[in-house]
């Protein structure tokens, strides 16, 4: 006959260790199956803007709304503060102001916007330096189905 040997405690811990596992797939369940699977926004575009002593350009002057990383150079002889703001011609409403930090001569700066349809003006804070226009088309398709996305 072979032996046998049990302690105390081992029905004890194993039906602790059931509840356990038991309790931690409960809690993994979620809230009742309410959950709205959202889209993702678009993914972030990289927009150029170059300052230079007499204009701004920018690349690409046509996009789609949605959100954007303005990539600054200043390569003005004086440090300039960028403003990305609605043109507002003929929308009667307010105009939209996004506005980086002071960059410095032969530096660079950014600004982040999530910007919808419409004109859009690129300009500094001098009135000799000419802006430049952007215009916002629909839009942009969701990041819902793209791999490696922030």
């Known amino acids: 006959m072979q032996n046998v040997h049990r302690t105390a405690g081992s029905p004890l811990r194993g039906v602790a260790c059931l509840l ?17 699977n959202e889209p993702r926004p678009p993914a ?4 150029s803007a170059f300052v230079s002593p007499t204009r701004v350009s920018v690349s690409p002057a046509r996009f789609g709304a949605g ?24 929308s009667g409403r307010s105009a939209a102001v996004r506005q980086s930090t002071l960059i410095s001569p032969g530096a660079t700066g950014t600004l982040k916007l999530d910007v919808q349809r419409g004109a859009y003006l690129v300009k500094t804070g001098d009135g000799s330096i000419k802006p430049a226009s952007v215009t ?5 398709r969701s990041a819902q189905n793209q791999l490696l996305q922030p």
């Open 44 to 47: 972030p575009i990289n927009v």
């Open 136 to 140: 916002v088309g629909a839009q942009r």
């Open 67 to 90: 959100p954007i990383v303005v990539i600054v150079a200043n390569q003005s002889n004086t440090s300039q503060e960028v403003t990305f703001q609605n043109d507002g011609a003929g």
């Open 20 to 36: 356990a596992v038991g309790g931690l797939l409960v809690a993994g369940c979620g809230g009742g199956g309410n959950y709205k």
